[in-house]
């Protein structure tokens, strides 16, 4: 069975320095992975997603994140933060293409605060 | 080019009460998947539909069902409300088969339901 796990519930960062934010994966299949942002009283945005090609995975808004077989993780990274990156992000595993029929696995989120 | 839209955007009923929330997708998008997020947690799959059939479904009781019409639009049936169905629904949109984007899912802004 797929899951994921985010280590970190809350992270908090001041503004202009690195933002990681943890995400461990576990999957039977070749997984494909993302990470979406969820901004109050806002729907989900995808950041980034990972489907089997490049490992380094650039997004928008300045966010990357490294697919690591071995360590079985997809930790999301920007290098400056930004006061409206304070939002929840989430991070999601589903199996490859099955057909176009993808069911999304989220895990519990990380809620990022940045402070002036 | 609009994305996915929900209707309504809020909705209070009460314990015993049946619900139906509704769901355009993004143009030129042919599946529907819906998800419930309660509060302070990451989304949980409820089901999926394409081609008017439901494809997968999630660990959710007989009592949310759905429904998707010829132009894709989508409904989520929930009866017998109990006060623990209160969550923010989350209704998201992809393309079978989708060049690039195939496994990408767009979300809507939710409806957030609260059960009395």
């Known amino acids: 069975a797929q899951s994921v796990t985010q280590l970190d519930s809350h992270v908090s960062v001041s503004e202009g320095t690195p933002v990681l934010l943890r995400c461990n994966y576990s999957s039977s299949y070749s997984p494909s992975l993302f990470w979406y942002v969820q901004h109050p009283n806002k729907g989900l945005q995808l950041l980034l997603k990972?489907?089997?090609?490049?490992?380094l995975v650039k997004g928008i808004n300045g966010f990357e994140a490294e697919f690591k077989k071995s360590e079985t993780s997809f930790h999301l990274t920007k290098p400056s933060a930004h006061m409206s990156d304070a939002a929840e992000y989430f991070c999601v595993v589903t199996e490859g293409f099955s057909g176009g029929y993808n069911k999304l696995i989220f895990g519990a989120g990380t809620r990022l605060a940045v402070h002036p | 080019d609009a994305g996915v839209t929900q209707s309504p955007t809020h909705l209070i009923k009460t314990r015993g009460q049946q619900v139906t929330l509704r769901c355009s997708p993004k143009?030129?998008?042919?599946?529907v998947s819906w998800y419930q997020q309660a509060l302070g947690q990451g989304p949980q799959f409820i089901f999926q539909?394409?081609?008017?059939?439901?494809?997968q479904r999630g660990n959710f009781p007989d009592r949310f069902s759905g429904h998707q019409f010829p132009n894709y639009s989508s409904e989520l049936n929930v009866n017998a409300l109990l006060l623990g169905d209160s969550a923010l629904y989350l209704c998201?949109?992809?393309?079978?088969?989708?060049?690039?984007?195939?496994?990408?899912?767009?979300f809507g802004p939710g409806t957030r339901l609260t059960v009395l």
């Open positions: 998201a949109s992809s393309l079978v088969g989708g060049q690039g984007s195939g496994n990408e899912q767009f």
């Open positions: 990972y489907t089997s090609a490049a490992t």
């Open positions: 539909y394409y081609e008017e059939e439901e494809r």
């Open positions: 143009s030129g998008h042919d599946t």
